[in-house]
Each structure stands twice: as structure tokens, then as C-alpha cells.
């Protein structure tokens, strides 16, 4: 999936300097006139590019937060997250085409980003809102060889990643307190600036897994309350306005991704939480407080006990009885409202 436009970016973001024409025609085979092609479709994108006669090509600036797969690639610094990377600025849902993709044999680590899904997806077949230049959406292929009952906990990995990547991207900016709701959803502030979905996919044969997509959508430059529909105006909010700041979406991605590799290694190290749980209670929400659970069995309230190495919240009832809550299809909320 790289491209001429992709190399070419990410040889003059790696040189920072002037690059000549000739390097690049060496380099990748190409002939003056394709350079210059690219080079132009580069400036009509809003890049920068200084060209000097004699000096050759130097990336002067970017265009700001701008997502394509040149620019997301271009970017990566990462060891196989995003090795391949498809980016849409319009598609269904990013989990929907990451599965295609694993049916069609992508490798282990491709990632799909789209500007808008039209079909967002969340847990327990609800409805995910993405609007057009706003949202941080993107999955992941991954081929783990753990056995599938450990894959639940990687939902947790990856809430993990993109807190701690939006904490990085916030430093500095006060008051902006990001936490995660159990099991993963990332919370600015109080309301929801992340949702996540992670499906899995066995061998024809059901006794391994194929390929699971972890899907994520963030709430970034939404630059007021009013952008989101009615019914989730209350709880949700995007990093823009909770901190004034314009995020650029191809640099989240990037910081989400490494920190998701760091933390997957961990997590494959012992293949749970054990060596990550620290990490993920100290953003987590709510914890020593009363939670609400919403188990679709009957709703019941307990104080926050933090998660056990599985990954499972442990809320203490009021009776004393320590209860083990699994991700699968309950949702916590705090005494009075979200969180
Ligand atoms: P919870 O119901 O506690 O938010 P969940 O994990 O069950 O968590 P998800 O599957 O992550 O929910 O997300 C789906 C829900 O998130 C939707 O039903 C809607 O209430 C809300 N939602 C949809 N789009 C957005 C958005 N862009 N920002 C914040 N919340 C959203």
C-alpha cells in the first residue's frame, strides 16, 4: 500500500532538509516529471514545499490536522502497527472493512482510518457518530496466536493506548482530566470522548482466532456541544472543547499506535492484565466510588474495586460479596449520571 506520494513525503519529512530531484528519481526509480506530479498534488493538500533550483525539494510545513493514507503513513514511526494503512474519507465502519481485509489476508498490524463512518458501530449493536472532519476513527488488524478467551482484555489494552495518547497530547492544558470508564471507554472531563469496539473472528474450524479488529472513534475537533445529535449532547464532548486546542488527528494516531505497541508486549508477556494494571487503574473512573451496573440480568450498585488481572471489574456489594463483572454486555455508570 505505500505509494510514490507516501515515499516521497516521508523521505522529505525524514531529511528536513532540501532533498534534490535527482535523489529522489534514484531513490524510487522515477522519472523528473512523476516527482514533480507528486510534489504539486503534495501542495495542493495544503503542504508547504519549498523547491529551490540546484537544492532540490524541503517540506517546509504541513497542512495542519490532515488525514490521508500519504499523510497518516508518512508519519508512522512504529515497528508493525500500521504497517499497512487504508484510509477513507468516507466508509461504513473501519471494523466492517478491517474484517474484509483479514478475510483478504492483510497482515497482522494493518490499520483503516476514514474521516467519516456513515455506519459507526458500538457495543451491543448500537450506533457510533462520526462528522466529517472532526473524528479520530480507526481499527486495527490484529492475528494473535493466545487462545480466544483472552482477547476481551484487549479491548482494555487498547483504552489504555489512547489514554495514555491523549494524555501526552494534552500536557499542559489544565484541568483537562482524562480517565477510562470501564472497560474502555475514554472520558475527558466526565463526558465520553472515546468509544471502542472489538469483534473477533475464529478459524472455519473454531478452535483458534483468526483475526480480531479493535476499532476505536474519538471525539477530537468538534468545536461545540451543538455538532453532536441531541440524545448524546449531555455525555459527550471532543477534545477540542474540553482544552480550546486543535488536535492534528495523523499525530493522535501515531501516539496511539506506539503506545499500543509498547503495552501489547506487556500484555503478551504474562497474556493478561497483570503487568498493564496498574497503569490502566490509574486512569481508571470511579474507582473507591459507588458504580452503577447495568447488567441486562438486573441493574445493581457496589463500590469500584478496581480490575483483577483478567481485566474484569470487581465491584463490592453493599452485602459485602465481591463481584467479578465481564465486559461482554454490561455497562457502568456512576451513582447520578455517566460517570
Ligand atoms: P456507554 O453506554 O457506557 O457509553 P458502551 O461501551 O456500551 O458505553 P459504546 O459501544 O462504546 O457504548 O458506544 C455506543 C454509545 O456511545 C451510543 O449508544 C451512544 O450513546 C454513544 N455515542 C455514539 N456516538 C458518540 C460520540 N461520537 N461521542 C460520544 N458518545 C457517542
Excluded at 531513490?27 to 498534488?41: C, D, S
Excluded at 495544503?46 to 508519519?75: C, H, K, M, N, W
Excluded at 501516539?255 to 481508571?284: C, P, W
Amino acid at each position: 500500500m505505500r505509494t510514490d506520494k507516501t515515499d516521497i513525503l516521508t523521505m522529505l519529512r525524514n531529511s528536513g532538509d532540501y532533498v534534490s530531484g535527482q535523489q529522489l528519481c534514484d531513490r524510487f526509480g522515477v522519472t523528473r516529471t512523476a516527482i514533480w506530479k507528486v510534489i504539486n498534488q503534495l501542495k495542493e493538500e495544503g503542504y508547504r514545499i519549498e523547491s529551490v533550483s540546484g537544492r532540490g525539494y524541503r517540506l517546509a510545513e504541513g497542512p495542519g490536522d490532515f488525514l490521508s493514507q500519504s499523510e497518516i503513513a508518512s508519519r508512522l514511526t512504529t515497528k508493525w502497527a500500521g504497517c499497512k494503512v487504508y484510509y477513507y474519507d468516507e466508509t461504513g465502519s473501519t471494523n466492517n472493512d478491517a474484517k474484509r481485509l483479514g478475510e483478504e489476508g492483510a497482515p497482522h498490524g494493518t490499520v483503516v482510518v476514514a474521516d467519516v463512518q456513515n455506519a459507526g458501530k458500538g457495543r451491543r449493536g448500537r450506533g457510533w457518530q462520526t462528522l466529517s472532519g472532526t473524528a479520530l476513527s480507526f481499527t486495527i488488524l490484529l492475528r494473535p496466536e493466545f487462545a480466544p478467551d483472552k482477547a476481551s482484555m484487549i479491548t482494555l489494552v487498547m483504552a489504555l493506548s489512547v489514554a495514555e495518547a491523549v494524555e501526552s497530547v494534552l500536557e499542559g492544558a489544565q484541568d483537562a482530566v482524562t480517565t477510562i470508564k470501564w472497560p474502555n471507554d475514554i472520558v475527558l472531563n466526565k463526558k465520553k470522548i472515546c468509544g471502542m469496539l472489538t469483534e473477533m473472528t475464529m478459524t472455519p474450524e473454531m478452535d483458534e482466532i483468526q483475526y480480531i479488529v479493535v476499532g476505536a472513534g474519538t471525539n477530537v475537533n468538534n468545536a461545540s456541544p451543538e455538532e453532536f445529535q441531541e440524545e448524546i449532547r449531555k455525555t459527550a464532548t471532543s477534545l477540542r472543547i474540553e482544552t480550546g486546542r486543535q488536535i492534528d488527528r495523523a499525530d493522535l494516531l501515531e501516539r496511539i499506535l506506539l503506545r499500543f505497541e509498547d503495552n501489547y508486549d506487556v500484555f503478551l508477556e504474562t497474556l493478561d492484565m497483570s503487568g498493564l494494571r496498574e497503569a490502566y487503574q490509574k486512569h481508571l473512573q470511579g474507582i473507591g466510588g459507588v458504580v452503577r451496573v447495568l447488567d441486562p440480568a438486573g441493574e445493581y450498585t457496589g463500590i469500584s474495586r478496581g480490575i483483577n488481572e483478567r481485566g474484569e471489574l470487581l465491584v463490592e456489594k453493599e452485602d459485602g460479596e465481591v463481584v467479578r463483572v465481564y465486559a461482554g454486555e454490561v455497562s457502568v455508570r456512576g451513582l447520578y449520571g455517566y460517570v
